[in-house]
């Protein structure tokens, strides 16, 4: 069936950089684009960028543009977010998403399971 | 940024009985090309990652129950739930994806009474 399969919990400290990936599986990997979502606990969902499989462009929010970078490996069908120079604030569970119809401007209709970053001394 | 807002912040309906949920945008998500609002719901359950309910404001994700509806145009929206169930017990979020970055709102939480 259609999933993405994220990578597992990580603890790191303050100042270091987390890279989490992301596997599709049970379509086409390059025929949706995948969005990065962060929940920190008890706020609302945040949009941290997309990444277009199809041509590798990628869309960055403001918030993060310094920090995070996305990759993918196609032949893997799998893609990546790093984060760099954490600070507690960044402590939050990691979504990746799949875009509905192919498109930036698009709902999210596949989700990840998550994964829980923790930053701490 | 657009500023998404849910209202309320939490909600207690008896089973059977009609759950409404409120989401304004601070500006419009009404694309005039596509004549269509960038507007999605999705439902979150306690340690599971959000679900896709509804996009285009009102068109309803494969799968979802038909309990579940969308309305709204603009920068006024609704996601109602026609009889409640246990099994709706959760999170709902709005989202706009008319312009980067998307915004959530703040989440609705819908308990039983």
């Known amino acids: 069936q259609v999933q993405l399969v994220q990578s597992g919990a990580e603890v790191k400290k303050p100042g270091a950089s987390v890279k989490v990936s992301c596997k599709a599986s049970?379509?086409?990997?390059?025929?949706?684009?995948i969005h990065w979502v962060r929940q920190a606990p008890g706020q609302r969902l945040e949009w941290m960028g997309w990444i277009n499989t199809g041509d590798n462009n990628r869309e960055y929010s403001q918030k993060f543009r310094d920090r995070v970078t996305f990759n993918m490996d196609t032949s893997a069908s799998t893609a990546y977010m790093a984060l760099s120079s954490l600070r507690s604030e960044d402590s939050a569970v990691y979504y990746c998403?799949?875009?509905?119809?192919?498109?930036?401007?698009?709902?999210?209709?596949?989700w990840g399971h998550g994964t829980e970053v923790t930053v701490s001394s | 940024d657009i500023v998404m807002t849910q209202s309320p912040d939490s909600l207690a309906v008896s089973l059977g009985e009609r759950a409404t949920i409120n989401c304004k945008s601070s500006?419009?998500?009404?694309?005039?090309?596509?004549?269509?609002?960038?507007l999605a719901w999705y439902q979150q359950k306690a340690g599971q990652p959000p679900k896709l309910l509804i996009y285009?404001?009102?068109t309803r994700e494969s799968g979802v129950p038909d309990r579940f509806s969308g309305s709204g145009s603009g920068t006024d929206f609704t996601l109602t739930i026609s009889s409640l169930q246990a099994e709706d017990v959760a999170v709902y979020y709005c989202?706009?994806?008319?312009?980067?970055?998307?915004?959530f709102g703040q989440g609705t939480k819908l308990e039983i009474k």
């Open positions: 285009w404001a009102s």
């Open positions: 049970g379509y086409t990997f390059s025929t949706y684009g």
């Open positions: 989202q706009q994806y008319y312009n980067t970055p998307h915004t």
């Open positions: 500006q419009s998500i009404l694309y005039s090309s596509n004549k269509k609002n960038h």
């Open positions: 998403a799949r875009d509905l119809l192919n498109g930036i401007h698009d709902a999210f209709d596949i």
